[in-house]
């Protein structure tokens, strides 16, 4: 069980979408197209931008890292003492965009965090299976 | 049988019990004197807590004389803590709604 909790954490998501990368990039850096598929929030990409992404069971805290348009946008991901980072990339295609987005989180062996992340993560992750259940 | 998760979600959704096992993976091993000296309810109360927390595998008691030692089992929070799996499936239900929102911007 401790290997399994000392290992850093990462979650790869991807897709083949028959759109161009131009338009995934919109609804990936626009506020009023970013609230409709994830969460509200005061995003700019602009590298070193600090806003936060709000939901009804809480926030997370951002901070944009990389921006370059139409191909790759990263910011940090930050909730309830839980540190990580998420990655998008856009790759264009013959048929539209490979999708990718990776969400690389902190190693659990590190007290700091695990401190933090003790008493929300129960809270945090209730409310985002409730927020999925109702999505599905 | 109940889900283990569940087991886990409602030991620590009492914030007292929640408070006494925070203090045990901070403070490290404890008494129940010791733990109902700052837990601001009586001992009785806390020994039920520091049950179900250990009916939860969150907590370990280990008798010496009259006393009984209590610590954290770190271990047990490992379900609440499958983060890859349940980021993966936020993940996966967000993507299908950019798909979605992509579709409408079309029109």
Redesign the interface.
């Known amino acids: 069980m401790n290997e399994t909790l000392t290992e850093t954490r990462s979650v790869v998501v991807e897709r083949e979408i028959p759109h161009t990368p131009e338009k995934i990039w919109r609804a990936l850096t626009q506020p009023h197209l970013i609230e409709e598929w994830l969460m509200k929030g005061d995003f700019k990409p602009v590298v070193g931008h600090r806003f936060d992404f709000r939901a009804d069971w809480g926030a997370v805290d951002c901070r944009v890292l990389t921006v370059e348009p139409n191909k790759t946008l990263s910011y940090t991901w930050a909730a309830y003492g839980l540190e990580s980072v998420v990655t998008w990339t856009l790759t264009p295609t013959r048929t539209g965009t490979h999708l990718r987005m990776e969400q690389t989180g902190f190693r659990p062996d590190q007290q700091q965090a695990y401190r933090g992340a003790k008493a929300g993560w129960p809270r945090f992750f209730a409310a985002l299976e409730q927020v999925v259940a109702r999505i599905d | 049988m109940p889900d283990p998760q569940d087991v886990?979600?409602k030991s620590?959704?009492d914030p007292t019990r929640?408070a006494i096992f925070?203090r045990l993976?901070?403070e490290g091993e404890q008494t129940v004197g010791a733990l109902t000296a700052r837990a601001g309810v009586s001992q009785p109360a806390v020994s039920k807590h520091l049950g179900v927390l250990k009916k939860a595998g969150l907590v370990r008691d280990r008798h010496e004389g009259r006393l009984t030692h209590y610590s954290a089992q770190?271990?047990a929070?490992?379900p609440?803590?499958d983060?890859?799996s349940?980021?993966?499936?936020?993940?996966?239900?967000?993507?299908?709604?950019?798909?979605?929102?992509?579709k409408r911007?079309d029109q």
């Open positions: 886990l979600f620590l959704a929640r925070e993976c901070r770190l271990g929070l490992a609440l803590i983060w890859t349940r980021m993966a499936g936020f993940w996966q239900s967000r993507f299908d709604h950019l798909e979605d929102l992509l911007m």
